[in-house]
């Protein structure tokens, strides 16, 4: 019998987070639940007590990020899979926004995760083996009017991550990003905004902001994403032993991580001939 693997999920107590906490758990391996809200996680692990460990924790605290490591190393000796999932959402035009709020949002989905994944290297250095998994988005690629600091803490996301996992890899230990398209969890009625709509911004994230607004008569267009179907997915991936370093999930992650690849290849060929000349002329 294979041994069982220890993973850390955080934001475990909804959506995503959840629903792989539930699927890893019903394969037989040990789960840390970790998030504020603990009845929901508490009534999983009463399905589990052996394998499982429920964690009380705001990622955004630095003394509760310390305790949730210890607390996961007391209870099962490891972390091999560390899953970074906590992440708030947040919407609304560049200009509209609070600065307090839109800080919150990189706290959470950006400072909190590398804060974490600096606490769990040390012992998985130390035992040559883990895997730290950095939840992003197919925002983390591709940005729209209305999502720029979501999809800004994601591209911050995503650019340590691919550091990381050069840094790590010849350690022995792995990192990788999912990148999900929308998934119906109810991110949506947790969506963040802040300060007033301007008119001038109508046309562009005002639109996305009122479809936000509209998500029950629209989910299924908005929300392709089944989070069950994904949890299952992300396990046999990360169980896998993936080559890959970037999980995508969702018909529309796919669609709309493709075009910003053809975008990308478009303005790469528009600097070919200009590029080049701006390097010194070294005689
Ligand atoms: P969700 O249902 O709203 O769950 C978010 C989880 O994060 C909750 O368990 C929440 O728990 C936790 N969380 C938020 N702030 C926290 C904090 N300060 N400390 C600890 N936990 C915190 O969202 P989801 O849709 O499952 O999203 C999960 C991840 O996938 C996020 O990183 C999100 O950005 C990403 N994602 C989601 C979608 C989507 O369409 N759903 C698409 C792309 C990427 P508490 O409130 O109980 O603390």
Redesign the pocket.
Known sequence: MKTASTWLI????????YDLAEYVLSQGHEVVLA???ESVMHDLAARYPATSLVVA????DPTQRQNLIDRTHERFGKIDYLVN?????FLGAIEEQHEADYRKVFE??FFAAVALLRLALPAMRARRSGMIVN?S???GIASLPGNAFYSASKFALEGLTESLWQEIEPTGLKAVLVE????L???DA?THFSGELLPDYDATSGSFFRAMQNVAELSDVM?P?D?KRAARVIFEQLTGDPSVHRIILGSDAMARIGAKIDDLQGDYDASRLIANTTDFVRV
């Not at 955080?10 to 987070?17: E, R």
């Not at 924790?57 to 955004?60: K, L, M």
């Not at 999932?85 to 959402?89: L, S, T, W, Y």
């Not at 999900?180 to 998934?183: A, H």
């Open positions: 955080t934001g475990a107590s909804s959506g995503l987070g998030a504020r809200t924790v705001d990622v955004a999932n906590a992440g708030i959402d959470v989905n939840v988005s197919m925002d999900p398209g929308s998934f969890t109810g991110i947790r929300f994403g989070p």
